[in-house]
């Protein structure tokens, strides 16, 4: 696994406004963890976002170099937060780690290839992002791949079929399925609208008749019970 090295400052800006007038000066706010122990730190947006997205992903093993403090601090990346419209990173938290000592993390799943039923009219569907794992610090992969191009319409890839060295072990369901290729539920669905447009219509019409004729039918019983009283009269 990659080592990145990373300078940091000890930071004393607390609260809201604080953080606020570090990041307008692209500064991110950070804190290193180590069991029970916390360091409030800042670093360098630019050089995280370099750090993190550019030269080896989130799961990569810094080394924090912080000013007026030594040594070097080992660590991983615990948490990034974002902001939700502008993907600015707003806060990270570090783990202080030792490079003989067994982690968990989470490792995300990279497809690669074209699906050989994509030319059947399937879809691929990605369905598990990450794997959570076991291992050494130095031995973290920065994904697990998937390759996916030997796969048809019904096939599936399973987390027992994904190939990983021995040393790592896998804490995820093994039967948890990480990609499929389906077939694609959008021509149901558009079918089904013709039908339900017939039925509306063919309900309106049956009863426009019946309640058309109500009323003639209960108009025409008072004038046949009237001609008989007539009749009656004129013989009289």
């Known amino acids: 696994m990659e080592k990145i090295n990373l300078k940091a400052k000890m930071r004393e800006e607390l609260g809201k406004e604080a953080v606020k ?20 730190l800042k670093v360098s947006a630019r050089d995280l976002f370099e750090a993190t997205h ?59 290839g074209e699906a ?5 009219g399937g ?7 990450e794997i959570e794992i076991e291992c050494l610090p130095t031995q973290i992969p920065e994904d697990i791949p998937v390759d996916v191009s030997a ?12 190939h990983l060295p021995k040393e790592i072990k896998v804490l995820t369901d ?26 509306e219509p063919e309900v309106i019409m049956e009863k426009k008749p019946k309640e058309e004729e109500a009323p003639e039918e209960e108009g025409a019983a008072p004038e046949k019970a009237k001609e008989p009283a007539k009749e009656k009269k004129q013989k009289e």
């Open 174 to 199: 093994p039967e948890a399925t990480v990609v499929t290729v389906a077939v694609p539920h959008v021509e149901e669905a558009e079918e089904a609208k013709p039908e339900e447009e017939q039925v």
């Open 151 to 162: 796969m048809k319409i019904g096939d599936a890839v399973l987390v027992k079929d994904l």
């Open 21 to 40: 007038k570090l990041r307008k000066e692209g500064l991110v706010p950070a804190v290193v963890y180590k069991e029970s122990k916390s360091l409030n």
């Open 123 to 129: 879809v691929v569907e990605h369905i598990l992002w």
């Open 116 to 120: 050989e039923g994509i030319k059947e």
């Open 54 to 112: 550019t030269k080896a992903g989130e799961n990569v093993i810094i080394n924090l170099q912080i000013e007026s403090k030594k040594p070097v601090r080992t660590t991983i990346i615990k948490e990034i937060q974002y902001h939700p419209v502008t993907a600015d990173i707003l806060h990270v938290d570090f783990n202080e780690i030792s490079l003989n000592e067994v982690l968990t993390v989470k490792v995300p799943v990279a497809v690669k």
